[in-house]
């Protein structure tokens, strides 16, 4: 069963610092496009973050110069440092990633989300 393990996802006091990791798991052989996105209470899911396989990265304008993605190719993972943190920053956090799977083809998955709260 393909799925996608968000981790690092809690409690922080506004200014702090956050560390989200998402592992593709299952019959997987590589990762095309990997993201986060988050989800407040009340508002549309939005894109957090986006990296490519080969590194290029895009950013929501509400945290770019705060957030950073990364990925690892070899492991399949996609990881947001999430710094500066705000209140407004509060949201479910989901990872997404199309994944080459290993009987063929390419496929989209959601992650089942982690709560990042952040208090002021």
């Known amino acids: 069963q393909v799925q996608l393990v968000e981790s690092g996802g809690g409690l922080v006091q506004a200014g702090g610092s956050l560390r989200l990791s998402c592992a593709a798991s299952?019959?997987?052989?590589?990762?095309?496009?990997m993201a986060w996105y988050r989800q407040a209470p009340g508002n549309q899911r939005e894109l957090a973050a986006l990296?490519?396989?080969?590194?290029?990265?895009n950013y929501g304008d509400s945290v770019k110069g705060r957030f950073t993605i990364s990925r690892d190719n070899v492991k399949n993972t996609v990881h947001l440092q999430m710094n500066t943190l705000k209140p407004e920053d509060t949201a479910v956090y989901y990872c997404?990633?199309?994944?080459?799977?290993?009987?063929?083809?390419?496929?989209?998955?959601w992650g089942e989300g982690t709560q990042v709260t952040v208090s002021s």
């Open positions: 997404n990633a199309d994944l080459f799977l290993r009987n063929g083809g390419l496929k989209n998955y």
């Open positions: 299952g019959s997987v052989i590589g990762a095309n496009n």
């Open positions: 990296i490519t396989r080969a590194g290029s990265t």
